[in-house]
């Protein structure tokens, strides 16, 4: 069964910072990119940002300059550093493997996800 553990969540002012975790099995992380995803309240899910295994990232626009994903290759977790939060990245979010080609998840089981509120 595919697993996806995400935590680090909370609440935090505008401009305030958190780092994310994303906790799965050895043989997903090492097989696969990874990639955080987010979803609003009454909003579609969006691609975050991605990093391949070689360590080659790629970010939204939203979040360039903010965001940093990284990945720990000896305890199969990725991380997301979030700095100068703002009200629009409250969200859930989410990390799973991901098609580079395309930014789709690879696999349609997901985590729980971890809540994200920015708020003054």
């Known amino acids: 069964q595919v697993q996806f553990v995400e935590s680090g969540g909370g609440l935090v002012q505008p401009g305030g910072s958190l780092r994310l975790s994303c906790a799965t099995s050895?043989?997903?992380?090492?097989?696969?990119?990874m990639a955080w995803y987010r979803q609003a309240p009454g909003k579609q899910r969006e691609l975050v940002a991605s990093?391949?295994?070689?360590?080659?990232?790629n970010y939204a626009d939203f979040v360039k300059g903010r965001f940093t994903i990284s990945r720990d290759n000896a305890k199969n977790t990725v991380l997301l550093q979030m700095d100068d939060l703002k009200p629009e990245d409250t969200a859930v979010y989410f990390c799973?493997?991901?098609?580079?080609?395309?930014?789709?998840?690879?696999?349609?089981?997901w985590g729980q996800g971890t809540q994200v509120t920015v708020s003054s």
């Open positions: 799973n493997g991901v098609a580079l080609r395309s930014g789709l998840p690879v696999f349609s089981s």
């Open positions: 050895r043989s997903i992380f090492t097989m696969y990119a």
């Open positions: 990093i391949r295994s070689g360590g080659v990232t």
